[in-house]
């Protein structure tokens, strides 16, 4: 499991099919970070988390808890959310995915991104 401090900060790095499943993420900045196939998975936590204009091609965040994250500018092409909680998650200006295949929660209920 990844444990980072509250708001650590990882601004810009590179992780290439990395596991972070089960990870504790909150309030952690990631802006402009690359994550090419890395997992999300198993409850993973990041409540809070800056991803903005981050690189999560074919990442998987199944099951994850994104409640308030900020996903703004975020290339989210081929991402999976599918059970995941995103209340109050901001995906403005998020890009390369179709929000119509996004299911989260347990009701399977689509979700609108905002041009």
């Known amino acids: 499991m990844v444990l980072l401090a509250a708001g650590t900060a990882l601004d810009g790095i590179r992780f290439d099919h990395c596991r ?8 952690a900045t ?7 196939g890395a997992t999300f998975l198993d409850a993973m ?17 199944t099951d ?8 703004a500018g975020a290339d989210l092409t081929r991402a ?4 995941a909680s995103v209340q109050g998650t901001d995906f403005s200006a998020a890009r390369g ?8 929660g347990t009701h399977g209920s689509p979700v609108e991104i905002p041009p």
Do not use: K, P, Q
Request: charged content about 25%.
């Open 97 to 104: 995915f179709d929000a119509a295949t996004m299911l989260i």
């Open 20 to 27: 972070f499943d089960g990870a504790d993420l909150r309030r």
């Open 30 to 36: 990631l802006r402009r970070t690359e994550f090419t």
């Open 64 to 71: 994850a808890v994104l409640d308030y994250a900020n996903f």
């Open 80 to 83: 999976n959310f599918l059970g």
């Open 45 to 61: 936590r990041a409540e809070g988390t800056d991803w903005s204009y981050a690189s999560l091609e074919g990442v998987h965040f």
